[in-house]
């Protein structure tokens, strides 16, 4: 079992950075990837950004050039930094984590709020 528990979100002005973290404890040594997705209300939920074990990354055509993830080599953090933020990003944020088995995880949720 992995546990997430993700951590950094808030209100921002458009044009404003935050940075997510989540805290990843358990069985990290099965994660071969993780990821952050967010869900919008009344949308369903995307992905945002993943890293994998051997350090790719792939971004949504939404946030490439804004938004950078990043791991620390034991998993036991996952971060996603949020450049020149946009109304449109307002979303509660999930990180995810995918075991060489398959098994997936989830976190509770960040709330991430751009005003205009």
């Known amino acids: 079992q992995v546990q997430l528990v993700e951590s950094g979100g808030g209100l921002v002005q458009a044009g404003g950075s935050l940075r997510l973290s989540c805290a990843a404890s358990g069985s990290t040594f099965s994660i071969v990837h993780m990821g952050w997705f967010r869900q919008a209300p009344g949308k369903e939920r995307e992905l945002v950004a993943g890293?994998?074990?051997?350090?790719?990354?792939n971004y949504a055509d939404s946030v490439k050039g804004r938004f950078t993830i990043s791991r620390d080599n034991a998993w036991n953090t996952v971060y996603l930094q949020m450049n020149s933020l946009k109304p449109e990003d307002t979303a509660v944020y999930y990180c995810?984590?995918?075991?060489?088995?398959?098994?997936?995880?989830w976190g509770q949720g960040t709330q991430v709020t751009v005003s205009s």
């Open positions: 995810n984590a995918v075991s060489a088995r398959n098994n997936v995880y």
């Open positions: 890293i994998s074990s051997g350090g790719s990354t």
